[in-house]
């Protein structure tokens, strides 16, 4: 199974607009963060989580020949404003695309994206998805889906395990069953947005304790802010913890 970070920073991306923080002015590549997104291709499928603004450009640095699934944590706009690209897949594959929400993700998306959830015949210039309501494990193309509930604030929103790789993003508290989930993993991509706590997000200090209670053999900070330097942060956390970064391709075995 091979992952791929399309997208590793928070909702404005890094550099900010019109930002001079040292961070947006770093030369470090690694500083450069696009709206968090990850693909996910194993087993034949290839599975694309969330559809951030920044998808188009996501896809050309990383060409994608076929896209069998989406999947949605949530739906705060820097996670879904990409959808109409999809209609691209729609195109080269001529069929409608299955994408995956919980229920009040999916009543967000069919409420702005009325367009590309209209039954029938595949309609050309618009993105033509079905939408699948997660309700439990579920799988796509015999690949094995774990959903995870987690706290986004107040919000309930989703994380995914598939094999042993769990992807956390937008959170600031996990409930104890979803702990249980979250044994055994090789790679775990947790949400660690800036220093300071946050009401929605878990700080870098809280991401670090978290990750300690899971123990996965290596744990990625994702959804990062300029706040947060590659260079001054990520190159001094301890062992089994890094910053992801746009672009880093992980493998890692999909069995349990
Ligand atoms: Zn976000
Ligand atoms: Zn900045
Ligand atoms: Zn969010």
């Given amino acids: 199974m091979r992952v791929t970070f399309l997208g590793s920073g928070t909702s404005g991306g890094v550099p900010v607009i019109n930002c ?11 500083n450069k963060r696009l709206r968090s997104s990850i693909l996910i291709e194993t087993g034949g499928v290839t599975i694309l989580i969330d559809t951030s603004p920044d998808l188009r450009q996501q896809l050309l640095r990383r060409p994608v020949e076929r ?9 705060h706009a820097d996670h ?14 001529k069929e409608r695309i299955p994408a995956y929400a919980n229920q009040s993700t999916a009543q967000t998306l069919r409420s ?3 367009y ?6 595949l309609k050309p210039g618009v993105p033509n998805l079905s939408l699948k309501i997660i309700d439990g494990v579920f799988d796509i193309g015999g690949v094995k889906i774990i959903p ?12 995914f395990r598939i094999g042993k790789f769990a992807y956390c993003t937008d959170v600031s508290r996990i409930p104890e069953a979803s702990f249980k989930l979250l044994q055994g993993l090789d790679i775990l ?18 991401a670090l304790e978290q990750a300690a209670r899971i123990k996965a053999k290596k744990t990625w900070f994702t959804h990062i802010s300029h706040i947060l330097d590659e260079d001054r942060h990520g190159q001094n956390l301890p062992d089994g913890y890094a910053f992801a970064y746009d672009g880093l391709e992980l493998e890692t075995m999909n069995n349990e």
């Fill in 20 to 30: 001079s923080c040292s961070v947006c002015r770093s030369l470090n590549p690694k």
């Fill in 112 to 114: 702005i994206f009325h």
């Fill in 116 to 121: 590309a959830f209209q039954p029938g015949a």
């Fill in 148 to 159: 995870l509930p987690l706290l986004h604030g107040d919000q309930e929103i989703l994380g």
């Fill in 189 to 206: 991509a947790l949400d660690a947005l800036r220093e300071k706590p946050h009401p929605t997000h878990f700080s870098l200090e809280q």
């Fill in 67 to 75: 896209l069998d699934a989406v999947l949605y944590t949530h739906a």
């Fill in 80 to 93: 879904i404003f990409g959808l109409d690209e999809l209609r691209r897949f729609n195109y080269l594959q």
